[in-house]
């Protein structure tokens, strides 16, 4: 029986999970509230309330579990990509820790792990399968051929689509974290009363860059005609920019699930979470005949949970790390 402890800190999100044998036993995240104030992350502060969370956080996890540090196997950690001071609490943490019982070490990759999240319930997909990695910092289209194989078909040339959706939602005047207000704005909008210019790119790759700019140029001209243009178009705005970026992930999905011939689908990262996206993925189950898989909405933004999975299955094949490795924040897939 493989005991992990699997540690999260890539952003704004200190996050603790114990894997045994295979199975997420809990899911312990720390949220940091101070960010709203400035609208968007600020990696130092970020750094500093990981410090103030780390050990209260992992106590925590280890005592649900029943478990004693001392009866750990190994200790999980994102090595990247991330924010650097973000990413050194965590990694010293799990290094020190690891060091001091004298267990081994799994650096994680961060997006690897959001497609591992899918290994954590019922139903699982079988390899081969599409997933659609979204977030606030990256967009792909990967061919997952196993845990330790993933083909990158297509991605963001520019900004990820999570990005898109936090500035559109700050032209809107919405709060941070704003992507998740769209969604909730959207629910009693028209997605089709306004349209946005989509990026065309080659292939499978997405360029989110240009929306951004079509949204801002647009609510510019209809602000001169009328003030309150924003005020009393909010539910059509948020649910037709939503519209938008869902059909232009959707779009090449669609060609990547085609030109692989897979039919096992899957989505992943915080953006998993859109219930617009949710329900797309669903409606292209019953238009394509594919088998969908969307995680628990806890496994979709930022947690340890995918961690620890992901190093239950890296514990097997005894891909450790070292206590020399540092955090890479731009970390290659």
């Known amino acids: 029986m493989a005991v992990i402890l699997g540690i999260e800190s890539s952003c704004d999100e200190t996050s603790a999970s114990i894997c045994i044998n295979g199975k997420v036993i809990n899911n312990e995240i720390a949220s940091q509230a101070i960010h709203e104030q400035y609208g968007g992350v600020v990696p130092e502060l970020a750094s500093r309330e990981h410090q103030r969370n780390i050990v ?3 106590d925590h996890v280890l005592r649900h579990a029943g478990i004693n540090a001392n009866k750990l196997d190994a200790i999980a950690y994102t090595r990247g990509p991330g924010l650097l001071g973000a990413l050194l609490i965590g990694n010293s943490f799990a290094k020190s820790m690891a060091a001091s019982l004298n267990i081994p070490l799994i650096p994680i990759h961060h997006m690897k792990a959001h497609v591992m999240a899918h290994f954590i319930d019922d139903p699982k997909p079988s390899y081969p399968f599409i997933c659609l990695t979204v977030s606030g910092g990256h967009t792909q289209i990967l061919k997952v051929i196993s845990p330790t194989e993933m083909i990158i078909l297509g991605q963001t040339q520019d900004d990820a689509v999570g990005e898109a959706f936090d500035k559109a939602a700050k032209l809107l005047g919405l ?3 704003g992507g998740p207000m769209i969604d909730k ?3 009693d909008g028209d997605p089709y009363k306004f349209k946005f210019a989509e990026s065309e790119m080659p292939a499978l790759d997405y360029s ?4 951004k700019t079509s949204i801002l140029y647009f609510l510019r001209k209809e602000l001169k005609n009328d003030k309150d243009f924003i005020t009393n178009n909010i539910n059509d705005l948020a ?3 939503q519209q938008t970026l869902i059909s232009m992930l959707m779009n090449k999905l669609i060609n990547a699930a085609n030109q692989e011939n897979i ?7 915080g953006v998993s979470a859109n219930s617009g996206l949710r329900e797309a993925i669903e409606n292209g189950a019953k238009k394509y005949g594919w088998q969908t898989f969307i995680p628990d909405f806890q496994y979709c933004t930022d947690n340890a ?5 992901s190093g239950h299955i890296l514990y097997q094949e005894k891909a450790f790390g070292d206590i020399a490795d540092s955090p890479l924040p731009r970390m290659p897939f």
């Open 56 to 58: 209260p956080v992992i």
């Open 305 to 309: 949970g995918m961690i620890a999975m």
């Open 185 to 187: 704005m959207a629910k």
């Open 263 to 269: 039919n096992q689908i899957a989505i992943a990262g």
């Open 239 to 241: 649910a037709s920019i």
């Open 208 to 211: 989110f860059s240009g929306i």
């Open 175 to 177: 709060p941070y974290p």
